[in-house]
């Protein structure tokens, strides 16, 4: 291996509740190595009764001396964090890579952006500042911004570490609590980060983790003391959480499917495009809500695009995630059947395949989770493949005569999380990012920009934001006061 395989997996057989590792009897999750097969960790199934005393920690966290923490103080510590996962780094993104599968490099990046949101929601914590309003000569209003209280963090399965830094560090500068139920696939990343909060200094119970199954994540997102449920994963779990969630009623924030389309017109630039679509589709090898999966283009720019993109692909290097190629393993057997699914669907549909389509399993890892690139040319706008999510690096290619119909095949899906064009007359490219149906979209340069900026989707897509300053509302109740005097 180029880098370390992690010997201490098996420790993380725990679920970390009021700073203490809690075992528990029964049934366990086994998480395996998706390159390999091998066996990581052994997690227990978190029961109704485990997630209750998670909340009830939280609670009394945020009652105790976290509720009385001065702003300037909470922000300390977890700039400490965001050193502290710094410093831990290569153990969390060989973890990480172990877990996922995703290449070193790429999970070695996924660790950077946690630290890096818990630096930027660090320095938020103390201008969280209220506002007065006009209210007349004889009253005075004011508007003063509170934590929400206990916030229940559903985790997905492809980006485990940075998703739940991008939701628990805008839940801790707000002042609230947090507990987080990670994939039962990827559980081991949380719990490691978990470990070093409370290395920090950060108060026991203020962050605490509860491995499990669906049952779990429905026990957190319908117990009566969670104030907002915050869920990242597949449009179809995101209603049960939704429903799960509205009895009592707690604040929702979904972050679900996509089909995001990738439009390329007359006169872009090829190249630019290629590296786009590439960073979009075998990135994480496609296991990405934003992955650009629809490629709309120009008729006398389809074929360039495809061979050069084709080209790409074949020269993109499979391997075991830490000897950091270009394209690792998918999250598990069992999800590669999945993918393959649809590509088998599609043939039979007689749709062309011109590229992959099929497993790519290397010689040292034979029984992995590998899957080619893979590329549909000329799809029908309504095919099952150009639909749904394949959530794999599985590409459908569609003719745009022209911007207005471009706009259109982008709009025909029932997601709305990304958009990206690729166009050198900005009036058609603002035209586009103007009437798309995308809560952010990219102009000449897919997926490129920062973690600050506001996400989240429209239509079925999501509800809410996550990232930079718009995040905060999610976590924060507006209390307003008025004196009569």
């Known amino acids: 291996m180029k880098y370390s395989y992690p010997t201490d997996t098996e420790q993380f057989d725990f679920h970390l509740i009021d700073g203490q590792r809690i075992r528990q009897a029964g049934v366990k999750s086994e998480i395996r190595d998706p390159a390999n097969g091998q066996l990581v960790a052994q997690l227990p199934i978190g029961t109704a009764e485990i997630v209750s005393d998670a909340v009830a920690s939280s609670v009394q966290a945020l009652k105790g001396n976290w509720g009385q923490l001065a702003p300037y103080d909470r922000a300390q510590l977890m700039f ?17 890579t172990v877990n996922v599968g995703k290449p070193y490099s790429q999970a070695l990046r996924d660790v950077g952006r946690t630290a890096k949101y818990f630096r930027f929601y660090a320095g938020v914590c103390d201008k969280l500042n209220g506002e007065t309003v006009s209210l ?47 994939a039962e696939e ?9 470990e070093l909060v409370l290395k920090a200094g950060i108060p026991a119970g203020v962050l605490n983790v509860v491995c499990g199954d669906s049952s779990t994540g429905a026990a957190l997102a319908s117990h009566p003391d969670v104030a907002q449920v915050t869920f990242t994963g597949s449009t179809a779990t995101g209603r049960k959480v939704m429903q799960a969630a509205s009895n009592p009623i707690a604040g929702v924030t979904l972050e679900l499917g996509g089909k995001s389309p990738v439009v390329v017109l007359n006169g872009a630039n090829v190249d630019d495009a290629v590296a786009g679509l590439a960073r979009g ?23 360039e695009v495809v061979e050069k993109l084709s080209a790409y692909a074949r020269g993109m290097s499979v391997d075991h995630g830490l000897n950091d190629p270009d394209l690792g393993p998918l999250i598990s057997l069992k999800h590669r059947d999945r993918v ?32 080619a690139p893979t590329i549909f040319t000329h799809v029908p706008v309504d095919a099952e493949i150009a639909q749904a999510e394949v959530f794999g690096p599985v590409l459908t290619t569609h003719i745009a005569q022209d911007a207005d119909e471009a706009l259109q095949i982008a709009n025909a899906t029932r997601y709305g999380l990304v958009a990206g064009i690729y166009t050198p007359d900005i009036t058609q490219a603002m035209q586009f ?16 920009g920062g973690d600050t900026l506001p996400f989240g989707g429209v239509k079925e897509s999501g509800i809410g934001r996550e990232k930079g300053l718009a995040a905060m509302a999610s976590y924060t109740a507006q209390k307003s006061v008025v004196i009569s005097h």
């Open 281 to 303: 589709i075998f990135f994480n090898a496609g296991q990405i809500c934003t992955a650009g999966s629809r490629l709309i283009v120009s008729p006398s720019l389809h074929d």
């Open 433 to 448: 990012a103007r009437n798309v149906e995308a809560g952010q979209v990219f102009i000449n340069g897919f997926l490129k």
């Open 80 to 96: 400490r964090l965001a050193d502290l996962i710094d410093q831990n780094e290569a153990r969390l993104a060989a973890l990480e």
């Open 340 to 371: 393959s699914g649809f590509a088998e669907r599609a043939r039979a549909d007689g749709l062309e395949c011109v590229l992959g389509g099929h497993g790519a399993a290397p010689a040292n890892c034979p029984g992995g989770a590998f899957y």
């Open 186 to 194: 990827t559980p081991v990343s949380a719990l490691a980060i978990a």
């Open 136 to 182: 007349g000569p004889d009253q005075t209003g004011w508007v003063q911004p509170e934590p929400v209280g206990v916030t229940a963090h559903i985790l997905p399965w492809n980006y485990p570490i940075s998703t739940f830094a991008r939701g628990a560090a805008p839940a801790l500068a707000a002042g609230a609590t947090v507990v987080a139920k990670p």
